[in-house]
């Protein structure tokens, strides 16, 4: 059973490869026809981060889908394997894929000459990686692809503004937040400093557990009957699960913000302005190329030396 | 008689608002072949399904026999379900890999003259079901529950698909190791081929089993008398059939007795005339209900 | 060996199966000693149910007809002395329902022996 799902697995990341391959080359023929310049390598990679998402996504979306609707379905239910144990084997494959996928990604990106935890990197990869975990839990919401394509894109967004939300109440509970982050630029610079990026993890994968947990528990009672019953059991599941999760996630930062906020507000209020300079100086710089991974050092160094 | 190979205790089970099956109590013993009949939508295959595994019920339990772990339960579900894109060679690996079975007997297959690179999608539905007949003995099932799919295959198919039953029922000692054949539960609109098959007869009606017992004993207790008068009240009548003078009743329960009491003739008749009456009386009933 | 199952009859498939075999003894088809089909070929020959053949030759083998040897099948064994009795038997059953039949059609005895006669010749 799970050598299938890795050949299918297999067969459909290589298809995602050519085609990002296929467009590469085609952009770099039209510029050639065109006789312009090919895109920059950022706008590529850029480029090709949306498709990685895309593809995660589909991943996600994916597993019972290709268990051509009602029939394949049924066959796989009278196989000799626990309910758990299928979804593990249809999980297992899928996350190798995304997981292969993004070191890739974070491989080529660092070659370009880029560093891949500056700026937006941070949410960049924690939002790919819910983005796959998202859908998954959804896979089972409806029989029709678009319909749960849209549903898989609404929860994440919500996912995302909430995990967003949390880390900015956490961090506007220490002091004053990051210029970079008016706006609701929080998702600019997440590795603000250590304490930031920590937290700001911990939030994403507390507020992601709901949706994990739920189809777990629920597919053990997982059979044929049309999904409204089974969405709406997950959907019971759901709900309590992250509202104890966002209880603990804002509890969970401004705990992290709070003890951290103390040596830095000292740091900061005792050097005056010429470290606040200094920290603007690199923000204001550092918009998705050289990371924040320097000032962060050096502002620990700063609370060392003080 | 031993333990039941399955047994299915209080079981309940409905689709949204619908209740299809109510409290229903039933066991099946190693060795029989049990027949579920019933008018369409009543849950036979729901039914099935449940001791399939594939649907869980909402309450009640299916208990199962130490004999009859998943790998020994062999399921051909009414809508012949199987992974659609796959080729039969490809399907045959994966299905006998799954179920740890022995070997695959592919006699039944090249009877038919399907190749291992045809794809599961463009075989015919008669191809279909012996493939998937085939894929299900090749588990040597304890316990094979077949959902109707008799009535869409041609007449040489379905005696090839009998037969197969059949032998599953009485296998030989040498090729399967055992002395004990497989259970055989189906559920069957026709009976043709079928009528003499049967160690017992079932037939649901309202969520449970209205009827549950042997071809003889059940032919024994529904008559039908012809004739062109009207039958007295005292006789049970569960279906009548008016063609022109002529009227057609089937008597139900029948007692012996009747005989002396009356001076008609109680026509002995077959199963399926019988199930089918009764279904018929079970829509008469709600008609006029 | 004619052997075929009535399913509208009232007897019971694996009666109508011992008196098939019974007769087949009798009428000399199945010799002693001769084997017997194996209950898989003869439920697959006659598409029944493989429990009635076993019922069946059960007890044909409790009314000294066969004997099953595990492993090779069941045999048949011609009881001594019992065959005039048990063919008396059935010539019997069948004229009863012969004689039943020709009542309901509304013959009498006489009827029935001039017909006999009359076949005969």
């Not at chain 1, 919401?141 to 995302?160: P, S």
């Not at chain 1, 997440?190 to 947990?213: E, H, Q």
């Not at chain 2, 333990?3 to 013993?29: H, M, N, T």
Request: proline fraction near 4%.
């Amino acid at each position: 059973m799970s050598r299938k799902e890795w050949l299918e697995v297999g067969k459909q990341s290589l298809i995602f490869l050519l085609a990002m391959a296929a467009m590469n080359l085609l952009q770099v023929g039209l510029a050639g026809l065109l006789e312009g310049t090919p895109l920059p390598m950022e706008k590529i990679i850029i480029l090709m981060g949306l498709w990685l998402l895309v593809f995660a996504m589909f991943l996600g979306l994916s597993p019972f889908a290709m268990d051509s609707k009602q029939r394949g379905l049924e066959y796989l239910l009278t196989l000799p394997i626990s309910r758990r144990r299928l979804l593990s084997i249809k999980l297992l494959p899928r996350l190798a894929a995304v997981v292969l996928f993004y070191l890739a990604f974070v491989l080529l990106y660092s070659l370009s000459g880029q560093s891949p935890f500056a700026g937006g990197s941070a949410f960049f990869s924690l939002a790919y990686f819910a983005l796959f975990f998202i859908s998954f839990s959804l896979s089972l919401y409806h029989e029709n692809f678009v319909v749960q394509f849209f549903m898989a894109a609404i929860a994440w967004c919500g996912y995302l503004a909430l995990c967003l939300f949390v880390v900015q109440l956490g961090f506007s509970w220490k002091f004053a937040m990051p210029p970079s982050w008016v706006g609701v630029g929080v998702w600019h610079d997440l590795s603000y400093d250590i304490s930031t990026l920590l937290s700001a993890i911990g939030v994403f994968l507390l507020l992601l557990a709901p949706f994990v947990a739920s189809i777990f528990l629920v597919f053990k009672k997982f059979d044929l009957k049309p999904a409204r019953a089974f969405n709406r059991r997950q959907l019971r599941l759901f709900v309590p699960l992250l509202l104890a999760a966002l209880a603990l996630s804002l509890g969970a930062t401004y705990f992290v913000q709070k003890s951290t906020a103390q040596d830095i507000s000292h740091s900061i209020v005792s050097k005056g302005r010429s470290t606040e300079n200094v920290g603007s100086h690199h923000l204001r710089q550092g918009t998705g190329t050289m990371g924040y991974a320097f000032p962060d050092l050096r502002k620990l160094k700063f609370k060392i030396l003080n | 008689m031993s333990q039941p190979i399955i047994e299915v205790r209080d079981l309940s089970f409905g689709y949204s608002q619908k209740k299809v099956l109510s409290g229903l109590s039933v066991s099946f013993a190693a060795g029989e072949w049990a027949v579920i009949a019933g008018r369409n939508g009543v849950g036979k295959s729901t039914l099935l399904r449940v001791l399939a595994g594939v649907l869980l019920p909402d309450s009640g339990t299916v208990i199962r026999s130490a004999e009859t772990p998943p790998q020994k339960i062999g399921f051909i579900s009414d809508r012949l379900s199987l992974f659609e894109e796959w080729a039969v060679g490809r399907a045959i690996d994966f299905h006998c890999r799954v179920f740890a079975a022995g070997g695959f007997d592919d006699r039944l297959l090249r009877r038919l003259g399907v190749g291992g690179r045809a794809r599961i999608r463009d075989l015919s539905a008669g191809e279909r079901a012996i493939l998937h007949l085939s894929l299900v003995l090749s588990q040597k099932p304890s316990l094979l529950l077949v959902d109707e799919v008799l009535h869409m295959l041609d007449p040489y198919i379905r005696e090839l698909f009998v037969e197969a039953l059949i032998e599953a029922m009485a296998p030989s000692p040498r090729e399967s190791g055992t002395t004990q054949g497989a259970a055989v539960i189906t559920v069957n609109h026709t009976f043709g081929e079928i009528e003499r098959l049967p160690d017992r007869v079932l037939v649901m009606e309202d969520g449970t089993f209205a009827i549950d017992e042997t071809p003889e004993a059940l032919r024994g207790r529904m008559k039908k008398v012809v004739g062109r008068q009207s039958l007295p009240d005292s006789l049970p009548c569960r279906f009548k059939r008016t063609e022109g003078d002529y009227k057609e009743h089937y008597i139900y329960p029948f007692r012996e007795e009747m005989r002396e009491g009356h001076a008609l003739e109680f026509q002995d008749i077959a199963l399926s005339e019988i199930i089918k009456a009764f279904i018929g009386g079970g829509y008469e009933q709600k008609r006029m209900a | 060996m004619k052997l075929t199952i009535d399913a509208k009859s009232p007897l019971p498939v694996y009666q109508q199966v011992i008196q098939a075999i019974k007769l087949e003894i009798l009428s000399g088809g199945l010799r002693d000693n001769d084997p017997l089909p194996s209950i898989r070929d003869l439920a697959k020959l006659l598409r029944i149910n493989p429990n009635t053949v076993a019922k069946a030759y059960y007890a044909l083998e409790a009314e000294g007809f066969c004997e099953g040897r595990s492993g090779s099948g069941s045999r048949v064994k011609v009881p001594p002395g019992r065959q005039d009795g048990l063919r008396q038997a059935m010539l019997e059953g069948e004229f009863k329902g012969f004689l039943e039949k020709a009542a309901t059609l509304g013959f009498s005895l006489d009827d029935v022996t001039h017909l006999m006669e009359r076949t005969r010749k």
